[in-house]
């Protein structure tokens, strides 16, 4: 059996997802500010420029499932579930325009006073994490004189949807996100998109909210990579097509989940080398490639981060558990834990330092000459021994990946433990006075 649900704003996400949502069986009832659209949807026509609209409005007109007037309470008294739509636009400044989220949730809260039944308000505007919590719900619950969670509940629900294929973008999404305070909170909402295929993942508010923001910045990443990828492919008189077909079809490393944990910096004989190159023959070509030239100072910054959150711990003794760029590996070139560690000791830090493979890598001399001559300091802070390298320490840094139980049976509990490796939650050792990330 259908629901009745009121959409506030008739702009492109609003009006999209009132027209699906009526299409689908649904009773809608579409509202907005402008008078305009709310006659075009009132009398069967689209308010927006996109493929299928038309024929979704006077379809929900002809159905008689597709209302749309200007007034809020009208909205609220004949809905069980909001959902807000309004525009979140820039400011100046680049800081998110809330003032519609804020007139319209206000507007909502003074209609809700009036309704005795349980309401559902589903925010789909894109806003910044934590606005639902800090601006929608005391909001609504000063203009309404109710209590979120008991009286009326708020989700979050963000849209995936593209102009231009809007509409079968909303009936065959990615996925639906709900973000909800409670999860029996969403129960009527998930109704609503059990017509909508793909998976539904339901989750906090926060995440829903940031989840939306990663997607949007994730796309423009892949653009403006491609873009600068192509650009110096034309400028070196390489050809784009080929690179792109060969590079975008491995699906095991490039268009996959790879590299796409949050952990510590990059490093090893390859990655800074290679965009180094990358930049330097861009120059010489003079083809600016920020993005591309962007990649090794925020690498930089996050080894910073990574000392500052050792340093902040304000204790001086501290265990380092991994040496080389990366796990199974004795490679040491340009390894940001050797950059850690060397900043860490002119913080005046007292380091004791392990790394299997590079004790290993020692022992069969493949990298003794690059310990002794280049890092010598370094390598005489290292020991074989994990338990006396863990206890000699204030702070445990890992850099690598350890055994979870044996770390554990000698960390001690007033260690802090700082993983920069986001070790999975089942590899973490329990013990210690804390346990920190550094982006996680
Ligand atoms: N356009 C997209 O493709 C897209 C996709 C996903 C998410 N979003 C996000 O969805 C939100 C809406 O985007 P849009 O492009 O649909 O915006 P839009 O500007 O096209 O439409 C917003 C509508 O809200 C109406 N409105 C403003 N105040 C109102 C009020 N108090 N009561 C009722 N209606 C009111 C406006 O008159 C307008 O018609 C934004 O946060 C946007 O970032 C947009």
């Known amino acids: 059996m259908g629901l009745s649900i009121s959409v506030f704003g008739m702009g492109y996400v609003g009006s999209v997802s009132a027209a699906c949502f009526a299409h689908v069986g649904h009773k809608v009832i579409g509202v907005d500010v402008s008078s305009h659209k709310v006659e075009m949807m009132a009398g069967g026509r689209s308010p927006i420029v996109e493929a299928r609209m038309s024929e979704l409005v006077e379809e929900g007109h002809r159905t008689g499932l597709l209302h749309a007037t200007t007034s809020a309470e009208d909205a609220i008294r004949d809905s069980e579930i909001s959902f807000v739509c309004v525009g979140t636009p820039s400011m100046r400044s680049g800081k998110l325009d809330l003032s519609y989220v804020e007139r319209v949730v206000h507007e909502i809260g003074l209609a809700l006073k009036q309704k005795k039944s349980f309401h559902v308000v589903v925010l789909r505007s894109t806003v910044i994490p934590g606005t639902t919590e800090t601006l929608v719900v005391p909001t609504l619950e000063k203009a309404s004189g109710l209590r979120a969670g008991v009286d009326f509940a708020v989700c979050y629900n963000p849209e995936f949807m593209r102009e231009g294929s809007a509409v079968a973008d909303f009936l065959q999404p990615p996925y639906t996100v709900l973000g909800a305070q409670e999860q029996r909170h ?7 998109y059990k017509t909508v295929s793909g998976p539904v993942f339901e989750t906090t508010i926060p995440v829903a909210e940031m989840v939306k923001y990663v997607c949007n910045a994730f796309h423009a990443v892949k653009i403006g990579f491609a873009n600068e990828v192509g650009t110096l492919c034309k400028n070196l008189g390489v050809d784009t097509e080929a690179v792109t077909k060969i590079y975008t079809s491995d699906t095991k490393l490039n268009i996959s989940p790879a590299y796409l944990s949050p952990g510590f910096a990059f490093g090893g004989s390859c990655l800074p080398k290679d965009l180094r190159a990358l930049s330097h ?13 962007s990649i090794l100072p925020s690498n930089l910054l996050h080894i910073d981060r990574a000392v500052e959150s050792v340093l902040r711990t304000n204790k001086k003794k501290i265990s380092f558990l991994g040496l080389s760029f990366k796990p199974g590996t004795d490679d040491l070139r340009e390894s940001p834990q050797v950059h850690m560690i060397k900043r860490l000791l002119g913080e005046g830090c007292q380091l004791r330092v392990w790394d ?9 001399g493949s990298n003794r000459q690059y310990i002794e001559e280049v890092i010598p300091h370094i390598g005489s802070l290292l020991s074989a021994d994990l338990e006396e390298v863990v206890r000699s320490g204030e702070v445990v840094v890992i850099a690598t990946k ?7 049976a000698c960390l001690g509990q007033e260690q802090i433990v700082i993983d920069l490796v986001n070790l999975a939650s089942a590899a973490r050792p329990r013990a210690g006075a804390s346990y920190q990330g550094i982006c996680w």
């Open 356 to 364: 299997r493979d590079v004790l290993l890598g020692r022992l069969a």
């Open 186 to 192: 969403l129960e009527p909402v998930k109704q609503l």
């Open 402 to 408: 350890v055994d979870k139980d044996q770390l554990a």
């Open 281 to 293: 023959r861009a120059k010489e070509l003079d083809v600016q490639l920020p993005l591309l030239e």
